[in-house]
């Protein structure tokens, strides 16, 4: 395995921030073991060719852009961001979404002052709006064919109002706390957002290619494994259609005798999506019995 930095993949994450725990436990799933520099900016790969950049979460789309890093993993409401602002100034996004990942979910949404009356999306128009957003709220209000005045803060959005800056927000929210602490309430959710990994779309050197599919193999299969269960049961031959139809995501369930009886056997399946208690309890009432459900460790279709 060569070391030379031209041969190895880059991979862009946050430094510090939401997303990093998440992103660095996704390169570990795939098998990625690291030493982190001593300028903590960059983690170098000990097994795989591969190096990991920590960069603030604004600069991943430009890395992958400039092919600085043939991978990064950033939130959606980034990468929209910085994809329509390179589409306004008329240059071609050289980054693509190759998959959705299971954390850093959030919404954008607007936000009004609490006393604010608002009769609908009509109450917008005319009004200031403060966001560190506002290609992706450019865009949704050309969509509503709303005339409204974006604002563009660098920060601390929520206070914009108090300030006087802006009647109205649009901001990230997950708990709503924040919005509530600053008396706004959330009135339209602008983008569905979670943390997605990106790549270039410019061919990847012929050395690369073949880790390169390896780690999107990879990631695909953790982030099948995350939703997937093992489940094994009982069940009396004249429910077994019953019993596999209840199996959430699964396609082909194993069926085993049992020893000493003909009336049951032994059902295991690999199901797709989480087994919820209330799933059991209807296998049960369909006849299951010895229900076990184990998580999947590791998946590679
Ligand atoms: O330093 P760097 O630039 O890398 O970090 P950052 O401060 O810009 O980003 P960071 O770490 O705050 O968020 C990284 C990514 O996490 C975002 O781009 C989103 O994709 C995602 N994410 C998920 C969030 C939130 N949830 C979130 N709640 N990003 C920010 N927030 C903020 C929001 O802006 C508001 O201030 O949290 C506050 C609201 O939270 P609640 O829970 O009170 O609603
Ligand atoms: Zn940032």
Redesign the pocket.
Known sequence: MSVESGTRIKVAV???????ENSLDLLGRCGLKYSRGKDQLVCFGENMPLDVLL????DIPSLVQEDVCELGV?????VEEKRLGFLAAGIAPLFEQVMTLDF???RMSIAVPEEFSYQGRSSLAGKRIAT?YPNILERWLAEEQIAAEVVTLSGA??IAPRLGRAELIC???????????NHLREVETVLE???VLIRTPVPVAAEKVSWMNKLLKRMDGVQQVRESKYIMLHAPRSALAEIAALLPGSEHPTIMPLEGTDEKVAVHAVCRENVFWETLESLKAAGASAILVLPVEKMLA
């Open positions: 946050q430094k510090s921030g939401r997303l990093t960069v603030r979460d604004d950033v939130g959606l409401n980034v850093g979910r959030c560190t959005v929520e901001d990230l929210v997950s708990t709503g706390s924040t919005l509530a602490a957002s979670q943390a």
